[in-house]
């Protein structure tokens, strides 16, 4: 809290004991805004439920019934009729690649092109506005759903974008289509040896066809011109935009470089920052952060810094996630540490650097023995400094070891979890890990009953940024291939309430935010969402299906589906 907001928080509480002994209303000032008439869900024990709210500059001042809030109506109070719809704290998503995310939604679609005619075509549209020298990226192409299911070749678009540099990625990240063009900016020729841990493919002559595979993508990754400051801020405008149709009014962004952070707060000065960011560098800039002294958390309302994104391992896709026992039918693949984890003394010593100075720490980890060897490091810490509150973050924690549960409490870690991955890949877990590993496999109800802490959030771009994704995936654990309508390992369902409170007070607890949001109280910062049905009562499989009406930041409206004409 910055020294204005902690002064505004204290007037408010003054004037909340103030107006306890008073029943003059004419005493009150009048708020700016009141939301009547509404099913208010709060996330605040104290008081669960209420029908209306009022708002004071970006606070809210009072919750209650339409009659106690109407004695906050003056002559320039914006009202709102709710219309009897239900209003949730605003969804806190506790783990985007906001950039990326923004980025995908600017890119090339390709993923429901149908064959490859379709395909071709819409690189072709795009070419044609797209400006002389710039790249078309993205794509996320799938060549299952064409008949014969062949991977693509420059042939197919050559002749449609010879001034365009095209790298198209298949929707698993790991291969991607060149044109011609783009294969002579990355000087890759018949010539050009495969990569370790990459494959050029090619035609019968040696030729390449233009696909890459995994480390092949490097020789394009290294001449596409990394982003412009102009093209960044139009990116982040249409991530916030699209944030704040969904009703996620604030983001924790991990592995945000510093270019991101200086378009957030030139942004934020602007006054456009429409999501509150908590920003997360890679831990190997560790020193940066540490040497200006700032802590966890450190910022304002909008914008804060003080985190730092470490990665333990891989991914289950791709067999990379670290695991005690192997893979099955992988030979002895058991998965990598990644390199920030070679060896796990250079981890260490960067958690004890960040961790003297005050400096928060969310670590990617995936695989049983990766989620160990970090809580491990974590004890380490504790160890060498003492208890203090630092809420030291899992990312995904996904495949959790039985003896884990109870350390991840006792170190009060907490897991930063993406229930649409849960769904996604609940698909195939159990034929790369067998049962017994998958029942421990994002094991939410688990965790809450070990006295976990959960922070919901998408790992969008990965995932959608949909909240009501994420709440439907956590409620009823329906993979997205249909096979498992009663849910995958039912018994790690949550309810609705438990999903919203992890999605707004969890998430906001994860970054030291309790205080300032995620959930309606007075006091609290005015950030709302007002949804079309009402989750808590309708079939928890349309809940995917809930659309947003009305979106609030600190009390000012972000997003009004009717002005959107939705
Ligand atoms: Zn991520």
């Known amino acids: 809290m910055n020294r204005r907001n902690r002064l505004f ?88 690649h906001f950039v990326s995310g923004g980025m995908q939604l600017t890119n090339i679609q390709l993923n429901d092109a149908t064959s490859p005619e379709e395909f071709a075509r819409r690189i072709g549209e795009r070419a044609k506005i797209t400006l002389k020298g710039e790249w078309i990226l993205g794509g996320n192409w799938d060549e299952t759903k064409w008949s014969p299911p062949n991977i693509p070749t420059k042939e197919l678009i050559d002749a449609l974008t010879p001034d365009t540099p095209v790298f198209v990625s298949r929707y698993d990240g790991h291969m991607g289509l060149a044109n011609s063009l783009a294969l002579k900016l990355a000087g890759i020729t018949a010539k050009t040896p495969d990569p370790p841990g990459g494959t050029i493919v090619r035609d019968p002559q040696g030729n390449p066809t233009g696909a890459l595979k995994d480390a092949a993508t490097d020789y394009i990754d290294k001449v596409v011109p990394p982003l412009s400051h102009e093209q960044r801020v139009k990116i982040v405008k249409r991530a916030l935009a699209h944030a704040a149709s969904l009703g996620v009014t604030s983001v924790q962004h ?55 994104k470490a ?55 995936i695989g049983d023995e990766g989620i160990s060897t970090i809580l491990d490091l974590y004890a380490d810490v504790i160890k060498a400094h003492g208890e203090a509150d630092r809420r030291f973050r899992i990312e995904h924690a996904q495949h959790m070891a039985a003896k884990d549960f109870e350390r991840f409490a006792q170190l009060h870690v907490i897991a930063s979890v993406q229930p649409y991955h849960a769904i996604d890949d609940g698909r195939f877990a159990e034929s790369k890990i067998g049962h017994d590993r998958a029942s421990r496999t994002y094991a939410f109800r688990t965790f809450l009953d070990h006295g976990v802490r959960l922070a919901f959030g998408t790992d ?57 949001k995620g959930s309606i109280t007075p006091g609290k910062l005015a950030d709302m969402v007002l949804l079309s049905d009402d989750i808590f009562s309708i079939a928890p499989e349309k809940i995917r299906d809930v659309k947003v009406l009305k979106t609030f930041v600190g009390g000012n409206l972000v997003f009004d589906a009717d002005a959107a004409g939705k």
Not at 257 to 284: F, H, K, M, N, W
Not at 345 to 365: E, F, K, N, P, V
Not at 504 to 513: I, L, R
């Open 9 to 96: 928080s204290l007037f408010v509480l003054l004037w909340s004991v103030v107006l306890l002994g008073q029943n003059q209303a004419q005493s009150k000032p009048a708020a700016d805004l009141i939301i009547t008439n509404a099913k208010i869900w709060t996330v605040d024990k104290s008081q669960p439920t209420a029908q209306a709210l009022a708002v004071l500059g970006d606070r809210i001042v009072a919750v209650g019934s339409n009659a106690i809030i109407d004695a906050w109506r003056g002559l320039n109070t914006h009202v709102i009729d709710a219309g009897g719809k239900l209003l949730l704290p605003g969804f806190n998503d506790a783990h985007v």
């Open 254 to 308: 991990m592995v945000a470089s510093y270019e991101d952070i200086a378009v957030y707060s030139e942004l934020l000065q602007r006054g456009e920052l429409t999501t509150r960011i908590y920003a997360a560098p890679l831990i190997t800039h560790v020193n940066d952060q540490a040497k200006l002294g700032i802590g966890r958390a450190f910022g304002g309302p909008y914008l804060r810094i003080g985190a730092l």
């Open 311 to 365: 990665f333990a391992d891989g991914s289950l896709g791709s067999g990379t996630a670290y695991f005690y026992e192997p893979f099955l039918n992988q030979g002895n693949n058991r998965g990598l540490l990644s390199d920030e984890m070679h060896p796990v003394s250079l981890m260490r010593d960067r958690y004890m650097q960040a961790d003297a100075a005050g400096l928060q720490i969310c670590t990617h980890a």
């Open 460 to 516: 969008w771009e990965v995932a959608p940024l949909n909240p009501m994704l994420g709440l439907y995936a956590a409620v009823t654990r329906a993979t997205l291939d249909g096979k498992n309508p009663n849910g995958w390992f039912p018994e790690q369902k949550l309810t609705v309430a438990e999903s919203v409170e992890a999605y707004t007070m969890g998430s906001a607890y994860a970054e030291f935010q309790e205080k300032e």
